[in-house]
């Protein structure tokens, strides 16, 4: 089974309004990390956000939020007010902490929104 | 300030060829790793080193060979590659340390590789 789901296919917005990107995780570890990166064309992946297992309130940074419901296992990414230059392939990813290689993460596939003016 | 830099950010190379990736981080961060990355897929793990050992090697080739000189600095030589490994190589660092703590990794902009 997959451990990172990210089922949509493109996303499209429009400028200044809010998108939500899903992702949904499964894992028995009962610690675990969840991370959202950003990939613009030119390559770089782009840290946006953290959630914690242990996090008892949703993490936010600036225009990102994400709205983490644990008994559903999903960790979905909300940008609010879209600007152009959001556009860029979005990857959620996890950390499981009692694996023994703390260190990896696993990636979704990733999700690809684009920003319409 | 969270900037990896990798160098070079191109690169043309043939099979017969030796090359070397670099990457650098000045966080202080004791865990840097190495990805490659097809276009339109996620990033694939290939090396982490911790503590400037090799910690993960995920059954890499060894056409690729990875070098950690100091906490600092991380290398990947390149050596009789394939035209299938012509992809965007990534090299990420994190502060390191086991349990709960964030590890957040941070990537460099990443060096594009064609092998011709």
């Known amino acids: 089974a997959q451990k990172i789901t990210q089922t949509q296919p493109g996303m499209f917005v429009q400028e200044k309004e809010a998108v939500t990107l899903d992702c949904t995780y499964d894992?028995?570890?009962?610690?675990?990390?969840l991370f959202w990166y950003k990939q613009p064309s030119s390559g770089e992946m782009i840290f946006l956000i953290y959630?914690?297992?242990?996090?008892?309130q949703n993490a936010t940074e600036g225009r990102y939020s994400l709205n983490f419901q644990k008994a559903r296992k999903s960790a979905n990414l909300v940008i609010s007010a879209s600007q152009l230059g959001d556009s860029a392939m979005y990857f959620c990813?996890?950390?499981?902490?009692?694996?023994?290689?703390?260190?990896?993460?696993?990636f979704g596939k990733g999700i690809t929104l684009s920003v319409r003016p | 300030d969270t900037e990896v830099t990798q160098t070079p950010k191109h690169l043309v190379m043939g099979m017969t060829n030796k090359k070397s990736l670099k990457c650098e981080q000045h966080m202080g961060h004791r865990a840097m790793y190495w990805y490659k990355q097809k276009a339109k897929k996620p990033p694939e793990l290939m090396f982490v080193y911790s503590y400037e050992k090799l910690s993960i090697n995920e059954s890499v080739p060894s056409r690729f060979s990875p070098e950690c000189p100091n906490s600092s600095l991380l290398n990947l030589h390149l050596h009789a590659l394939q035209p299938e490994d012509s992809a965007l190589y990534l090299c990420?660092?994190?502060?390191?340390?086991?349990?709960?703590?964030?590890?957040?990794?941070?990537f460099g902009a990443g060096t594009r590789l064609s092998v011709l």
């Open positions: 990813a996890m950390r499981e902490d009692n694996t023994g290689a703390n260190s990896k993460l696993t």
């Open positions: 959630q914690g297992s242990y996090d008892q």
């Open positions: 894992t028995s570890d009962p610690s675990y990390g």
């Open positions: 990420a660092s994190s502060l390191g340390g086991g349990g709960r703590a964030k590890n957040i990794q941070y």
